[in-house]
Every structure is written in structure tokens, then in C-alpha cells.
């Protein structure tokens, strides 16, 4: 078995880690870059909890990302692409393929971790949301998951989730001129990116951290951003650039 995929599967129980509180049972979905034209992706009816050789399959990006341009598909037609994008292993890529494969086309990015942590869906699920995630409030959360995050509306999963996706990145890049490093999905879940494994666990622990804390400012008047002065010296300070690489 490859290294990559070796990295993927550990990456994958570590996220499905029950002391995580990530995702049960089926939830959640894990991606890497194989090459320049295909990615591993969980299959559909897999675990992450149990992954292994087989929880993979491997899949042609440029038939993925295409299909993103069509018009509406039926349900059959996705399952059919998706089948014909396989390249190797016996069963049906996830249904969230779409998503990863925009997710892995972002520069720098090689992993891919999908999940549903209980304390950012608390807030994900709230009334508000997106006011929520709109400021930092403590330095660590800048350095590892960078000052704002790529917001995307509720949708039905599959294409309709992935086309919003797209549209929420693309926002999200002419507005900061960088790659996201966190997605969050209305009502549904978080994505974090990486270059490595070790970036999507680390994002993803302290994005769950960060709505913890979140959390907690609501029993207390509500959430303190950090001034935007202070937000972008800590986003540009060199020893939080050095320590952000040391994350890696
Ligand atoms: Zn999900």
C-alpha cells in the first residue's frame, strides 16, 4: 500500500477518534491528491472509524470538476459518472466526490477532512450562524485556521452542496486573496484543507476548540472580536508565519 494512502487512513481514524466527537457511524468523508489527475476519496457505505485499504477508491478529478459545469444531473446520471470517474477500487466513491475534488484543485492543498464535530454544528445549526464565525477571538485561531472562513448556505448533499462550494470559495478567494483553510457548511458540517495531514487534523482541532469557545461567549453577552489591527498583526506576524509552517 502507498505511503499516501497509509497517511489518509490514519488521518481518517484519527478524525473519527470518539473522544474527537467528529463524526459517527458512516458521517464525514476524508480526500488526497493521488497525482495531478486523480484523488483518493472515502467510498459510500464506509467508516471512518474502521478505515482501511478498501474504505478508498480512487477517481479521475477533470470528469468530477466537469460535471460541476453541466446541467442539472438525475440521481442515475451522478451515480453513472461517478462510476466511470473510478480508477481503482470495487465500490462507489462518496457522494461527496463533488466537493472534494474542488476542494482538492485549490492550490497547496492535498487533504482533505469532511466532518460533522457536535460543537461546531451547535453553532452552525443557530440562528446566527454566520455572524458568529465573522471575527476571530483569540490568536491561536488565526495562526492555524487563518482571520476568516469560506461560508457556504445550506444545500442538499451531492451537486447542489458542491456547486454552492464552489461559489462560497470563489467568493471567499477574490475577497482575501488566499486559499481557505476552513469551510464551513450551514447546517450540515466543516471541511478543513491541508498540505499535509497533520495541517487538516490540527485545523480541525482547533476549529472545534474555537466554537467551543464560541459556545461559551454566548452564556456571556456574546462573542469579543479581536480589533482588525490586531487580527492582521498576529495573521502577519513572521514568528506566527514560522510557527505556522512549524504546524505543518
Ligand atoms: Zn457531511
Redesign the pocket.
Known amino acids: 500500500m502507498s505511503e499516501l494512502l497509509q497517511q489518509l487512513i490514519d488521518m481518517s481514524r484519527t478524525l473519527a477518534d470518539p473522544a474527537w466527537d467528529c463524526v459517527i457511524l458512516g458521517?464525514?468523508?476524508t480526500s488526497a491528491a493521488a497525482d495531478e489527475s486523480s484523488f483518493w476519496i472515502k467510498a459510500s457505505g464506509t467508516q471512518l472509524n474502521r478505515a482501511d485499504r478498501n474504505t478508498f477508491v480512487r477517481v479521475q478529478s477533470a470528469p468530477i470538476l466537469a460535471a460541476l459545469d453541466r446541467a442539472e444531473m438525475g440521481d442515475d446520471e451522478v451515480k453513472q459518472l461517478l462510476k466511470s470517474a473510478t480508477v481503482e477500487g470495487e465500490r462507489a466513491p462518496s457522494i461527496?466526490t463533488f466537493l472534494h475534488a474542488l476542494c482538492l484543485d485549490l492550490q497547496g492543498i492535498r487533504f482533505v477532512g469532511?466532518?460533522?464535530p457536535t460543537p461546531a454544528l451547535s453553532l452552525l445549526c443557530s440562528q446566527q450562524s454566520r455572524e458568529l464565525f465573522a471575527g476571530s477571538v483569540f490568536p491561536d485561531q488565526i495562526v492555524l485556521m487563518g482571520p476568516s472562513y469560506a461560508y457556504v448556505p445550506y444545500r442538499d448533499?451531492g451537486l447542489p452542496l458542491a456547486t454552492a462550494l464552489r461559489e462560497a470559495i470563489s467568493e471567499f478567494m477574490d475577497a482575501k486573496r488566499r486559499v481557505p483553510r476552513v469551510i464551513l457548511?450551514e447546517n450540515?458540517?466543516v471541511i478543513a484543507l491541508g498540505s499535509t495531514t497533520q495541517e487538516v487534523l490540527n485545523v480541525t482541532q482547533m476549529l472545534v476548540k474555537t466554537c467551543r469557545i464560541l459556545a461559551g461567549t454566548l452564556a456571556a453577552s456574546g462573542p469579543r472580536f479581536l480589533a482588525p489591527e490586531n487580527v492582521q498583526r498576529v495573521d502577519n506576524r513572521p514568528d506566527e508565519l514560522a510557527r505556522r509552517d512549524g504546524f505543518r
Do not use: C, K, L, W
Request: proline share 9%.
Open positions: 458521517e464525514g468523508n461527496e469532511h466532518t460533522h448533499p457548511m450540515h458540517g
